[in-house]
T-cell receptor, first 110, second 115 residues
Framework: GDSVTQMEGPVTLSEEAFLTINCTYTATGYPSLFWYVQYPGEGLQLLLKATKADDKGSNKGFEATYRKETTSFHLEKGSVQVSDSAVYFCALISYDKVIFGPGTSLSVIP | EAGVAQSPRYKIIEKRQSVAFWCNPISGHATLYWYQQILGQGPKLLIQFQNNGVVDDSQLPKDRFSAERLKGVDSTLKIQPAKLEDSAVYLC?????????????FGSGTRLTVV
């Protein structure tokens, strides 16, 4: 069945460091891909999305490119801030079903 | 626009007790979802409604979990009797049919602790 795999956390970075969180997927058909963020004590928020191959989603300095050839959707940010500390979930939507990865916890220290 | 409302925010119960959660989706959103998010895991879909009909409840433990969406708006999720492994955050989400590819809107969730 369809699935999403993310790099294991927790990830700890210093402020202004470069961030990459790997995400790969397995899906039949042509899924849409998403990154969601969950800040401490809050609900899930859509961070960015891409609906077809080679699309690049971007928001708040984060970017991810839909790579069909490698079935990947890695999340990147050039300079993280303390306020980026959260859990990040990669997800796909296929045939009207959302499948989430296990999440990657990010802590950014000053 | 108002977001997806859920209540209560937190609930602590003893095992074998019953509990109910409430969700009010965004106005006009025909599709409503309940997810279970166990600590350290991604959300898992429990049930999906389209208006007041069930579209998918294949992962709902029907021996103890039940859900309804009367009149196609608000929804309640019930657990009876609760087990320790039901401790999780229960998330409600809604979407406007036809915009599925643009993501869902999630509520803040109800954190359930079963002791």
């Amino acid at each position: 069945g369809d699935s999403v795999t993310q790099m294991e956390g927790p990830v700890t970075l210093s402020e202004e460091a470069f961030l990459t969180i790997n995400c790969t997927y397995t899906a039949t058909g042509y899924p849409s891909l998403f990154w969601y963020v969950q800040y401490p004590g809050e609900g899930l928020q859509l961070l960015l999305k891409a609906t077809k191959a080679d699309d690049k989603g971007s928001n708040k300095g984060f970017e991810a490119t839909y790579r069909k050839e490698t079935t990947s959707f890695h999340l990147e940010k050039g300079s993280v801030q303390v306020s980026d500390s959260a859990v990040y979930f990669c997800a796909l939507i296929s045939y009207d079903k959302v499948i989430f990865g296990p999440g990657t916890s990010l802590s950014v220290i000053p | 626009e108002a977001g997806v409302a859920q209540s209560p925010r937190y609930k602590i119960i003893e095992k074998r007790q019953s509990v109910a959660f409430w969700c009010n989706p965004i106005s006009g959103h025909a599709t409503l979802y309940w997810y279970q998010q166990i600590l350290g895991q991604g959300p898992k879909l429990l049930i999906q409604f389209q208006n007041n009909g069930v579209v998918d409840d294949s992962q709902l433990p029907k021996d103890r979990f039940s859900a309804e969406r009367l009149k196609g708006v608000d929804s309640t999720l019930k657990i009876q009797p609760a087990k320790l492994e039901d401790s999780a955050v229960y998330l409600c989400a809604s979407s406007y049919t036809g915009t599925i590819n643009y993501g869902y809107t999630f509520g803040s969730g109800t954190r359930l602790t079963v002791v």
